[in-house]
C-alpha cells in the first residue's frame, strides 16, 4: 500500500461524459464529488468558457469544502482531462510496456488559474505500439484514466507475477501488467456504447422502457447467458430477440433492458476469454454489480483463468492511488 502521510491531494479523472473528483489525506479518500460533463462538452459548446474547466473547477471547490481542507498541496489530472484538442490540455501517451516511472517522466504539470492557482499535474496515458505482420496495426490500443485504476490495484494487491485487469464501461479495457507493475498492452471494445446506441437508435428502441432499472433482472441476465454460450446465438440475433420479447410478451420492459445489457457483456466477456488472453494469467475484473458478475462468470466458463471481482471499496479508490503514485514519483524525478 501507498505510504500514509499527511499531504492533501486533489485527484481528477474525467471521461468523455463525466467528471470526477476525490480528495485524499494521504491515500485515504475523504471526499467525493462528480459532474455530468465530460470532452464531449467540450466539442458540443462551440467556444467560448470550457464547460469542462468549469466542472472541473466545481469538483475540486466541492471536495475541499467537504474535507474542510482550504487548500490542497496537489492537484493530479487523469483520464480524458488530458486528452489533445478536447481536454484541458493534450498530453501525449507514453508507449507500453509503460509503469509509474514511465508515466511520471510524461506527466505535464501546467498552472490553469481558471481552474486552480495550485499547478495541475496531467497523467498521459498508454499506447499499445503495432504488432509485426500486415495486421500487426490492428494490435494498438490506447487508455487514459484506466492505466491509474489498474495501477492503484496492482499496488494495492502486490501480486507475485503477471495479472490482467477488465474494466467493463463505455469503452471496456482489457490490461494486462507485468511482475514488476509495468503495462504491457490493451485492448479496448465498446461494449457500453455499443448498448445504448442499439437501444436508442435502432428498431428495439420501441421495445425499451425509457428509464432502466439500477438492478438487472437476474432470470433475463441467465436467459441472455445460456442463449449466447450454450445456444451459439449471435449478437445481432439477441439484438432483435428483444423486439421479439416485445411481441410475445416473454419478459416485461424491465427484462429486455436486463436481456439486452446482458447479452453484449455476455458476448465481450467470452471473446475477451477466448481470444484476448492467450496465457494462463489471473484475471481481475472491475466496475460494479450485475456487470461485474457477469464478465467473471462468462470468462470462468469460457477459459481456464483464476477470476475474481474487485471490491467496491477499491474499485472507488483505484484510480485515486494510481495517480497519486504517479505524482509522487513525478515529485522525486523533479526535485
Known amino acids: 500500500m501507498i505510504e500514509v502521510s499527511s499531504v492533501w491531494t486533489v485527484a481528477l479523472d474525467g471521461g468523455t461524459t463525466n467528471t470526477r473528483a476525490r480528495l485524499l489525506k494521504g491515500d485515504q479518500v475523504v471526499a467525493t464529488a462528480r459532474r455530468s460533463v465530460g470532452v464531449r462538452d467540450t466539442v458540443l459548446s462551440g467556444g467560448g468558457v470550457s464547460p ?49 516511472d514511465e508515466l511520471a517522466r510524461g506527466a505535464i504539470s501546467k498552472v490553469m488559474p481558471e481552474i486552480s492557482p495550485i499547478p495541475i499535474l496531467f497523467i498521459p496515458g498508454v499506447r499499445t505500439p503495432p504488432g509485426d505482420g500486415p495486421d500487426g496495426w490492428a494490435e494498438v490500443d490506447v487508455m487514459r484514466g484506466e492505466e491509474c485504476e489498474t495501477l492503484g490495484v496492482w499496488l494495492t494487491l502486490k501480486p507475485q507475477g503477471r495479472l490482467a485487469f477488465v474494466w467493463p464501461g463505455s469503452h471496456t479495457k482489457y490490461v494486462e501488467v507485468d511482475e514488476t507493475g509495468r503495462i504491457t498492452s490493451s485492448a479496448t471494445t465498446l ?3 455499443l448498448t445504448m446506441a442499439v437501444a436508442r437508435h435502432t428498431l428495439i428502441a420501441g421495445s425499451l422502457p425509457e428509464e ?23 449478437l445481432m440475433r439477441m439484438a432483435f430477440l428483444v423486439r421479439v420479447a416485445a411481441l410475445t410478451q416473454v419478459l416485461s420492459p424491465a427484462q429486455r433492458v436486463a436481456f439486452w445489457i446482458a447479452a453484449v457483456a455476455v458476448e465481450d466477456a467470452m471473446h475477451l476469454g477466448l481470444h484476448t488472453v492467450t496465457e494462463t494469467i489471473d484475471i481481475r475484473v472491475g466496475g460494479r454489480g450485475s456487470i461485474r458478475s457477469i464478465y467473471c462468470d462468462v470468462i470462468r466458463q469460457v477459459s481456464n483463468h483464476e477470476v475474481e471481482a474487485i471490491n467496491d471499496e477499491l474499485n472507488e479508490r483505484a484510480s485515486a492511488l494510481g495517480a497519486l503514485a504517479v505524482a509522487e514519483r513525478w515529485e522525486q524525478l523533479n526535485r
Do not use: F, S, Y
Not at 467537504?66 to 489530472?77: K, L, S, T
Not at 432470470?219 to 446465438?233: C, N, P, S, T, W
Open 52 to 100: 469542462l474547466a468549469l466542472a472541473v473547477r466545481e469538483v475540486i471547490a466541492e471536495v475541499l469544502a467537504r474535507g474542510d481542507c482550504p487548500q490542497p498541496d496537489r492537484i493530479i489530472a487523469a483520464g480524458m482531462l488530458g486528452a489533445p484538442d478536447v481536454g484541458l490540455t493534450g498530453v501525449p501517451h507514453v508507449i507500453a510496456p509503460a509503469g509509474i
Open 191 to 193: 461494449a457500453g456504447e
Open 212 to 234: 432502466w432499472p439500477a438492478e438487472l433482472d437476474p432470470q433475463a441476465v441467465a436467459m441472455a447467458q445460456r442463449l449466447v454460450l450454450e445456444k451459439h446465438v449471435t
